[in-house]
């Protein structure tokens, strides 16, 4: 009897392939990687050619032992790691260490790659043995010693320069570039105001629908052309008054073809967009999956291996797939050739066949019972996608109507646009995620004709403000870099994960926000190393290592090109000092460290000792800002903080003592809270409390400025005419007067406490003859749309006590620092829910609610993560 001995990476994947391979084959599991660099310097050697200095991990060195003794006795060694560059390099590792140990000597040695773990391929794969894949390993060999290079010779540089800085590494670098940059463009963003005009139509047979003004006197107008209220009023006004008409009826048909199957980064994207899940949960749970399931007392592969950039299915499996279709959907669902597709990328360095099911017949029906509840969403997802790309093409009706408005030589056009699936084809069973644009094409239009008088029921002209750019999510990050070439799918999950570790982001609502600590990180980077954060060099330098493992360029050629220069680049700011650094730092981060204030005053002006000036300073546990007249100034705040932010931390150790009441000698003391700093009389629950107003600086706050606050609202005499009482005090919007009900603001807070009776008269006159004051029945600032589930308008109101959102009965407060107009529907919804659930109401669903579309959310402000002890420094690149 043979004794073949065979090395895998898993034990899962062991105990499936040995019950495939019988009593002549021994499996064994490596467990993965069995060695690798030691973090340390003069691990990789560019003067001695680049020599790699290898340490077996402290875990593997039992399992190397266990390897040795079965091979030691053994007829062949057959190395069965994953068919990727990985997957080659474990082969390689596991070889060289047996051939250290002088236990190959003649054996034969073969190299097998199967990309299902079925029986099938299995024996397939033994059949068809091969030899180890050099300029693979060669590629794996040069993108290891330049992660070890890059991260031995920029992170001390870090660790120099920029105290608290964790590392820095050939890809991660560049993608926490991309988030910083996300968050630049979002900090610079100016909202831009532009109003829609929407008409309430109902045909002859009173079925109703929506159109959008399209044109007004003769000019198109597109989404965001009507800029401002009196604008859109004009529109509004004369579309009220004018006769409709149906002037034209467009139906277009329109083709959707399938989707490619699954490659890494594909699957990654959809599970996050479809499931909610992180890169790293797609890739454990496909990994399961990939690895083998027990059904039904046979452990079994579901589907093909998950690292890869090829989206071709094998030929011999896409008649089964297209049986599958016909049979299940129907003759006319099958295209009348099998789908052929091809990847983009010319990637040598992963898999090549896409991920799909071992087996199409086992449906994800019935594989439930055997899935946990992650392992079943996923392979019902792999599974749609497969069937889907083998189906045929959906057909779209898309219609376009156009209403003609006419109000004597007045003219205007608005525009209904609605489709209707004719056939469904692939989107049967797999449809991608649609954008709001999507929503409003595929709403129904009733029938419609040519000629047609249309009635109107209303017209709704409502205000919208431009959003930034939407903050990476998992998915779309991952989009972004693998249309930049940065990084390989295999190696997306592992590089986000590590931007998380070091604290230089943090995932929010599934949205990335750059910490602090990574802006710096980052300015720096690009201040000092440029060329290796751009996105154009670490591309190329990603199409070099797929070069090489084509075999067409020699690794350590361009490991000696990228040395030389890198080596260069870091001899540079050797001798820079760090005032140096923080100078450039304290220009590129500006808008950051030292926010525009509101009364325009200088911005880097130390708001405690007033002389001094505010710098970015490094400190043990990374960047903050101080004053320049330190240690005679002690202010300091971490960066992103603005002045208030600031005092708001240093009062959250206990109340300030500034002096006791003069009447009732009660102690007046300088606090922060939930809303920020304020002042207080007693101890007492009800004690009174005054907010310290926009604008005005929590630690210039003394005695006398503390008992004017806490005399407001304040009286200022009583109205010539109605006799009533006018009062002065500061709101949720400033400063303002009060009479009888009605409010009118005043030009500054320093005005709250010196108004007379004849301003305020004319104020409050003033403010009344433009219509506005009185606050009886709460006005809607803004229109947020229908209740998803529930339907009803949820809207923005401004109350007699501030701005709040309304669904039906349930009113919720706003956030005292949230801007009304910059409500989302989303926002909106959290704070309803919320306050429903705190007075233990729910609201009730309104019948046949109409449809609207979602507000798009807005970018969330940025979250502020305190501050982190330093853990052990780490430079090893993901």
């Not at 599958?324 to 990637?347: C, D, M, W």
């Not at 809607?780 to 959102?805: I, W």
Request: glycine share 6%.
């Amino acid at each position: 009897m043979t004794n073949n001995v065979v090395i895998v990476e898993s034990p899962a994947k062991a105990k499936t392939i040995n019950k495939y391979l019988g009593n002549d084959y021994t499996v064994i599991a490596s467990y993965g990687h069995v060695r690798d660099l030691p973090p340390k310097d003069g691990s990789v050697l560019p003067d001695e050619d680049f020599a790699m200095s290898w340490e077996v991990d402290a875990k593997a060195k039992t399992r190397i032992s266990d390897i040795a003794k079965l091979v030691k006795g053994a007829d062949k060694l057959i190395l069965a790691t994953d068919p990727d560059r990985e997957g080659e390099a474990i082969s390689w590792h596991v070889l060289q260490i047996l051939k250290d140990k002088k236990l190959i000597k003649d054996m034969p040695v073969e190299r097998v790659v199967f990309n299902a773990i079925t029986k099938k391929s299995i024996l397939d794969a033994m059949a068809n043995p091969r030899d180890l894949d050099m300029p693979l390993v060669d590629a794996y060999l040069a993108r290891r010693a330049l992660d070890y290079l890059v991260g031995f010779t920029l992170s001390p540089v870090l660790w120099r320069k920029l105290p608290g800085a964790r590392s820095a590494g050939r890809v991660q670098s560049v993608a926490l570039r991309l988030i910083c940059d996300r968050e630049t463009e979002i900090e610079a963003f100016n909202p831009v105001e532009y109003w829609s005009i929407i008409a309430s139509l109902a045909n002859g047979s009173s079925q109703k629908f929506e159109a959008r003004i399209s044109e007004f006197e003769g000019k198109k107008i597109s989404r965001q052309d009507i800029g401002t209220e009196a604008e859109a009023m004009k529109i509004k006004i004369m579309l009220e008054a004018s006769d409709l008409t149906i002037s034209s009826v467009v139906s277009k048909p329109t083709k959707r073809n399938p989707y490619a199957p699954f490659t890494t980064s594909t699957l990654q994207m959809d599970a996050s967009r479809k499931l909610g899940f992180s890169a790293r949960i797609t890739m454990q749970v496909a990994q399961k999956l990939y690895e083998g399931t027990d059904i039904g007392g046979e452990t079994v592969g579901l589907i093909t291996y998950m690292r890869t950039d090829g989206v071709e299915i094998t030929p011999e499996v896409i008649p089964s797939i297209r049986d599958h279709i016909k049979s299940q959907f129907g003759q006319e669902f099958v295209p009348e050739k099998p789908r052929l597709y091809t990847s983009k990328a010319k990637n040598a360095q992963e898999a090549h066949e896409a991920i799909r099911p071992t087996d199409i017949s086992r449906t994800p029906e019935s594989m439930a019972k055997y899935l946990n509840e992650d392992q079943r969403k996923l392979y019902d997802l792999i599974w749609k996608r497969t069937i889907a790309s083998q189906m045929e093409t959906a057909i779209i009706e898309r219609t376009a109507v156009d209403i003609v408005a006419t109000k004597g030589s007045e003219k205007a056009t608005l525009r209904a646009n609605g489709s209707v699936i004719r056939f469904e084809g692939f989107l049967k069973v797999y449809e991608a995620a649609k954008s709001i644009s999507d929503d409003e094409e595929d709403k129904r239009l009733p029938m419609l004709t040519e000629g047609e008088d249309i009635s109107r029921e209303k017209v709704e002209a409502n205000q919208h403000f431009t959003e930034p750019p939407p903050r990476y999510s998992e998915a779309s990050l991952i989009k972004r870099m693998e249309e930049l070439g940065i990084g390989r799918p295999s190696t997306y999950a592992s590089t986000l994960s590590t931007l998380q570790d070091r604290d230089y982001v943090v995932l929010e609502k599934k949205r990335f926000i750059p910490d602090s600590k990574g802006r710096v990180v980052t300015s720096f980077l690009e201040s000092f190393f440029q060329r290796y954060v751009e996105y154009d060099f670490t591309a190329d330098m990603e199409q070099q290592l797929d070069k090489i493992s084509a075999g067409e360029l020699q690794w350590k050629d361009v490991l000696r090109d990228f040395w030389t220069r890198f080596h260069g680049s870091v001899d540079e700011i050797k001798d820079v000092r760090v005032t140096e650094v923080l100078d450039r730092l304290n220009e590129e981060l500006a808008p950051l460290a030292f926010p525009p204030k509101g009364d325009g005053s200088d911005p880097r002006a130390c708001p405690k000792c007033g002389a001094g000036q505010l710098s970015l300073k490094v400190g043990r546990y990374g960047a903050f800002v101080g004053c320049s007249n330190y240690p005679d100034c002690a202010f300091t705040r971490q960066l992103g903080q603005n002045d208030e932010d600031a005092a708001a931390e240093a009062l959250a150790k206990g109340p300030k003592l500034l002096g006791n009441d003069p009447e009732s000698d009660e102690e007046i003391t300088l606090r922060t809270g939930r809303f920020g700093p304020y002042v207080q009389r007693g101890e007492e629950k009800g004690a009174k409390r005054a907010s310290i107003p926009k604008g005005w600086d929590p630690l210039d706050i003394d005695f006398e400025k503390a008992l004017r606050l806490l005399s407001l609202p304040r009286d200022v005499g009583e109205h010539p005419e109605t006799k009533k009482m006018i009062k002065a005090g500061i709101g949720r919007y400033g400063p303002f007067v009060l009479h009888d009900g009605a409010y009118a603001n005043l030009d500054s807070v320093d005005e709250v406490f010196t108004v007379g009776l004849n301003r305020a008269v004319t104020v409050i006159a003033e403010k009344a003859a433009k219509g506005g004051g009185r606050r009886g029945a709460a006005a809607a600032l803004k229109q947020l749309g229908d209740h998803p589930e529930l339907g009803g308008a949820v809207t923005v109101k401004d109350g007699r006590f501030g701005p709040y959102v309304n669904h039906a009965k349930i009113n919720a407060t706003l956030p005292r620092d949230k801007e009304p107009m910059s409500v989302t529907l989303e926002e909106a919804l959290e704070m309803i829910a919320a306050k429903a659930a705190k007075g233990g109401k729910k609201p009730k669903a309104k019948a046949k609610p109409k449809a609207k579309a979602k507000a798009k959310p807005k970018a969330k402000a940025k979250a502020k993560p305190k501050a982190k002890p330093k853990p052990k420094a780490t430079t090893k690149e993901a």
